[in-house]
């Protein structure tokens, strides 16, 4: 009896902590859960300073392989759109894409599948942005070597590197709120050093690499 009483009680016992375990477990997953569903990626799709409609726009996580698809959706007239980034990880870098859509500044009605802007995010980037000509210049300028295309890819230090240095030439948050690009230079005389153009060029055709070249030089 001694016995059969002691493994009732065990038994009563593991299912009390089986119990305990499955409750704690559930009303933590909740929790992120609810902490996750709030987190939202907002921002409107632009061109020329105007809306573009209909674009898709996908929200991306880069890393050493192919970028995880975490959201997509499209663009309203406004060129407005939402996003559920709450499967962004915080670790990597991620990265919108906006393709397509019916440009509200040209002067033909009708979708442009050739349409193709670009902004790369980090931890620090605002939860509203802007993906316009701006974003797109400075992510492909920042993130050179590790785009193919649309796809952007590499070791997690150099991409994190990149895309902090895009406020360095695209203010996110303000471009968000203004829909302009802060070129105030504040009072300052910016200087460049590089060689005399001229050196790659033919009799006809300007080219600028000498200049771009020069930058690259000077930034190294």
Not at 70 to 81: H, N, P, R, S, V
Not at 144 to 173: C, H, K, M, T, Y
Not at 188 to 193: C, E, N, R, V
């Amino acid at each position: 009896m001694k016995t059969r009483a002691m493994r009732i009680r065990n038994t009563q016992s593991i299912c009390a902590a089986l119990v305990t375990f499955i409750a704690v477990a559930v009303s933590s997953s909740s929790g992120q859960q609810s902490t996750g569903s709030t987190r939202e990626l907002t921002g409107s799709v632009q061109a020329a300073g105007k809306p573009i409609g209909g674009a898709t726009v996908t929200l991306y996580a880069a890393g050493t392989g192919a970028p995880a698809k975490l959201a997509e959706g499209k663009t309203d007239d406004q060129g407005t759109f939402s996003l559920d980034a709450s499967h962004a990880l915080s670790d990597s870098v991620g990265y919108v894409v906006a393709k397509g859509g019916m440009p509200k500044a040209a002067s033909i009605n009708g979708s442009n599948d050739a349409v193709a802007l670009l902004a790369v995010l980090d931890s620090t980037s605002p939860k509203t942005i802007t993906v316009n000509e701006f974003t797109t210049v400075a992510s492909v300028w920042t993130a050179a070597q590790f785009l193919e295309g649309d796809v952007l890819s590499g070791q997690p230090l150099g991409l994190r590197i990149a895309a902090g240095n895009v406020p360095n030439f695209v203010d996110l948050a303000e471009l968000a709120a203004t829909g302009k690009v802060d070129v105030d230079l504040r009072g300052k005389k910016p200087f460049a050093l590089m060689r005399l153009p001229g050196h790659h060029a033919t009799p006809t055709v300007a080219m600028r690499f000498c200049c771009l070249n020069s930058i690259a030089i000077a930034a190294y």
